[in-house]
């Protein structure tokens, strides 16, 4: 694991801080008729004009700025002309290399007005990704931050995706360790100040199953249920964790 420095720190805040004004923009466009590609077109001029490059354009191949996952789509939906519905669920993910750093962050909204499953299955993903930020501070065990996620997640109806993982950012978009979703709390290695964690809880509504498109990207769930996902990148401080790019510390 790399840890990193106050001064690296504040930098991976500034990367974080352009993602999240990104998600901004993006959630005041999101309505009917808007198409996924349009978003994809907006971040990616935002990200430039800010003298960043979108991360995840041509990472292993990938084809856009975003990640655009609507309804069954847990994550890794490639931005297409395909036009938001009233009524739709969509993640919007987004990474950035900033000054030789990354950020990362994602979030779900509701296109207009939605059902109450869709509605309660959003704020239940939010609340796990909080509760997996409270678990971080030094000496913590990395498991508490999964355990957290999958209590909350299963106590609210729902399951945990295996398939996927957060992860450790800095230089790299991807750094050890990995940080499952799910899992037993009080084990793995601990937690140290200057470690930074994208923290990304995917949730179904249905069962946790996973199948992937024959595009090799679009990762659905595998009984056609809703699915969300909303992630942070988190550092490690001395006195418990930072948000990274919301202008907020958290003790
Ligand atoms: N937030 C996701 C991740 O960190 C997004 C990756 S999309 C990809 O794994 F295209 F870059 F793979
Ligand atoms: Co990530």
Same mark, same amino acid.
Request: charged fraction near 20%; proline fraction near 4%; charge should be negative.
């Given at each position: 694991?790399?840890?990193?420095?106050?001064?690296?720190?504040?930098?991976?805040?500034?990367?974080?801080?352009?993602?999240?004004?990104?998600?901004?923009?993006?959630?005041?466009?999101?309505?009917?008729?808007?198409?996924?590609?349009?978003?994809?077109?907006?971040?990616?001029?935002?990200?430039?004009?800010?003298?960043?490059?979108?991360?995840?354009?041509?990472?292993?191949?990938?084809?856009?700025?975003?990640?655009?996952?609507?309804?069954?789509?847990?994550?890794?939906?490639?931005?297409?002309?395909?036009?938001?519905?009233?009524?739709?669920?969509?993640?919007?993910?987004?990474?950035?290399?900033?000054?030789?750093?990354?950020?990362? #962050?994602?979030?779900? @909204?509701? *296109?207009?007005?939605?059902?109450?499953? &869709? +509605?309660? /299955?959003?704020?239940?993903?939010?609340? %796990?990704?909080?509760?997996?930020?409270?678990?971080?501070?030094?000496?913590?065990?990395?498991?508490?931050?999964?355990?957290?996620?999958?209590?909350?997640?299963?106590?609210?109806?729902?399951?945990?995706?295996?398939?996927?993982?957060?992860?450790?950012?800095?230089?790299?978009?991807?750094?050890?360790?990995?940080?499952?979703?799910?899992?037993?709390?009080?084990?793995?290695?601990?937690?140290?100040?200057?470690?930074?964690?994208?923290?990304?809880?995917?949730?179904?509504?249905?069962?946790?199953?996973?199948?992937?498109?024959?595009?090799?990207?679009?990762?659905?769930?595998?009984?056609?249920?809703?699915? #969300?996902?909303?992630? @942070?990148? *988190?550092?490690?401080?001395?006195?418990? &964790? +930072?948000? /990274?790019?919301?202008?907020?510390?958290? %003790?």
């Amino acid at each position: 694991m790399v840890l990193k420095t106050h001064g690296e720190i504040d930098l991976m805040d500034a990367a974080n801080g352009l993602v999240h004004r990104v998600l901004d923009g993006i959630e005041k466009r999101i309505a009917p008729g808007v198409t996924t590609a349009d978003l994809d077109r907006y971040a990616e001029e935002t990200i430039r004009a800010a003298g960043a490059v979108p991360a995840f354009l041509n990472y292993r191949g990938y084809p856009a700025t975003l990640c655009t996952s609507v309804n069954d789509v847990i994550v890794h939906g490639i931005p297409a002309a395909q036009e938001l519905a009233e009524g739709d669920i969509v993640g919007v993910d987004c990474g950035v290399l900033y000054q030789g750093y990354y950020g990362d #962050a994602a979030r779900s @909204f509701a *296109v207009g007005e939605v059902a109450g499953e &869709a +509605r309660n /299955l959003l704020e239940v993903t939010r609340e %796990a990704l909080e509760l997996a930020v409270r678990q971080v501070r030094p000496n913590g065990h990395l498991s508490d931050i999964g355990h957290a996620v999958q209590e909350h997640v299963e106590a609210g109806g729902f399951s945990v995706v295996r398939e996927f993982v957060g992860h450790g950012i800095g230089t790299a978009l991807h750094e050890d360790p990995q940080v499952p979703n799910f899992g037993h709390s009080g084990r793995g290695p601990r937690l140290q100040p200057g470690l930074v964690l994208a923290i990304e809880p995917m949730v179904n509504a249905g069962s946790a199953g996973v199948r992937i498109d024959p595009d090799g990207w679009t990762a659905r769930t595998a009984d056609g249920s809703l699915s #969300a996902h909303f992630e @942070f990148s *988190v550092a490690v401080t001395e006195s418990g &964790a +930072r948000v /990274l790019g919301i202008g907020e510390a958290r %003790a």
